[in-house]
């Protein structure tokens, strides 16, 4: 498949994210690598050549130009969208500058995963996993809430705030894995009695899961026997805090 006269709508995107042809050079290098297979790497040259003089481009390359603007086919060229959602929340291209929410396709993801009544309703006095509506989010994600009393990460995740919860990755990360606690790995669980989220350690033998509070935080360290007492919904990939007063 050929797309032509396109090249002014790429230039006009590429310029909107900011991004010189460089930069998505070296962007779909990555995605190349990645994917393993050099056919995605998108010379700057060769773009340049294509937002100029409106040459044709591949499926292949669109595919490509979509993942790192962020934007689908349709957004894009008018395309009919596509019915694969599950990975788009991945895709979206980070900005190199920082950005007003107001439309395009990082508002579209964003309102994904935000409940539109967030600011309105009450949070729940304790962790909560929220009910998951069909086709708001790919089927692996799911959003909950950190609970009133819940202060386990508290100055970093404030009580009341929305996280999102990766259910692909569910295995603790090992003390080398992380360097500092901005890196370390966030952990939404389920146990008897409810649920928790927090930094989480194994013992050797992978009997016990401790859950480990933030340094700053004044609550004190739990234990569970794994996946007889406690289990691993998913790492939270993503947090929407706020003050409750």
């Not at 790192?68 to 957004?75: P, R």
């Not at 395309?79 to 929340?89: A, G, H, R, V």
């Not at 964003?110 to 708001?136: K, N, V």
């Not at 935080?217 to 409750?244: H, N």
């Amino acid at each position: 498949m050929e797309m032509a006269g396109i090249g002014k709508t790429l230039r006009e995107t590429r310029l909107k994210w900011q991004l010189t042809l460089r930069e998505v050079e070296e962007r779909s290098s990555q995605l190349a690598q990645k994917w393993q297979n050099p056919a995605y790497r998108i010379s700057a040259s060769w773009l340049d050549r294509v937002e100029r003089e409106n040459r044709e481009l591949s499926a292949t390359k669109l595919i490509v130009l979509a993942v790192l603007y962020g934007l689908s086919a349709e957004q894009m060229l008018g395309l009919i969208p596509s019915t694969d959602t599950d990975n788009k929340l991945d895709q979206v291209s980070a900005p190199n500058s920082t950005l007003l929410l107001v439309q395009g396709p990082l508002e579209e993801h964003a309102r994904q995963w935000l409940p539109d009544s967030f600011m309105a309703e009450t949070p729940p006095e304790t962790t909560t996993l929220l009910h998951s509506e069909p086709g708001m989010l790919p089927s692996h994600y799911r959003r909950g809430v950190i609970g009133q009393r819940d202060h386990m990460l508290e100055p970093m995740i404030r009580p009341g705030s929305i996280v999102l919860i990766d259910t692909q990755k569910r295995t603790i990360a090992s003390r080398r894995e992380w360097t500092h606690e901005f890196d370390r790995p966030i952990y939404f669980l389920i146990t008897r009695n409810g649920y928790a989220s927090g930094f989480c350690e194994l013992d050797r033998d992978a009997d016990w899961l401790t859950l480990v509070p933030h340094p700053l935080s004044y609550e004190s360290s739990k234990r569970w026997r794994f996946r007889k007492e406690i289990e691993v919904i998913g790492t939270v990939a993503g947090v929407l805090t706020r003050r409750l007063n």
